[in-house]
C-alpha cells in the first residue's frame, strides 16, 4: 500500500477503517491508515452502512492518482490574436475570473475534467493542443 501525506487529506473527508476487500486502493482507508497521532476527531463512514462483502462499496475512492495540468499559456499563445479575447471570455465564464488567471500561469492545477473543457475550447477555435499544458502533476481525487 502507498504512503499519503497526511496534509493533503481535505478537512472534511471521510475516512474509513473498515477491514474489506478493496481497502488495499481505498483512498479513504489510506487516509485512515496514514492519519497522525495528535488527530483526536475525524470524520468516519459509518461501519453498519457498509458492505464490504457484497464486493463493491458506495464510498469507496480509488488511491490512485490523476494527472492534474498546470497552466495553458503556451497552448493559448498559439490562437490569432482575434480569437484569444473570446477564448479568455468564455473560460471565465466557466470558470470564474479569480480561477481562470491562476489557472492559466499555473497556480491553480486543473482537474481532468477542467483539463479536458479547456483543450475542448482551445481546439474549437484552432489552438494548437499538440504541445499540451505548460506542467503535469499527479494528485489524489479527493471527492
Not at 488495499?24 to 497521532?37: F, I, N
Not at 480569437?83 to 481562470?100: E, T, V, W
Amino acid at each position: 500500500m502507498e504512503h499519503l501525506d497526511y496534509s493533503e487529506v481535505p478537512a472534511y473527508f471521510a475516512h474509513c477503517a473498515a477491514d474489506c476487500p478493496q481497502a488495499s486502493a481505498c483512498l479513504r482507508r489510506l487516509a485512515y491508515d496514514e492519519l497522525p497521532a495528535d488527530k483526536s476527531f475525524v470524520l468516519m463512514v459509518v461501519p453498519r452502512l457498509l458492505t464490504p462483502s457484497a464486493g463493491a462499496c458506495k464510498f469507496f475512492l480509488s488511491s490512485e492518482r490523476a494527472r492534474y495540468a498546470r497552466g495553458f499559456i503556451k497552448m493559448a499563445s498559439t490562437l490569432q490574436m482575434a480569437r484569444a479575447k473570446d477564448f479568455r471570455d468564455r473560460l471565465i465564464a466557466s470558470l470564474g475570473r479569480k480561477k481562470y488567471y491562476k489557472a492559466r500561469k499555473g497556480e491553480y492545477v486543473l482537474t481532468p475534467k477542467e483539463q479536458q473543457q479547456v483543450l475542448s475550447l482551445l481546439r474549437s477555435m484552432g489552438a494548437n493542443t499538440d504541445i499540451g499544458f505548460d506542467g503535469y502533476t499527479y494528485r489524489h481525487v479527493w471527492q
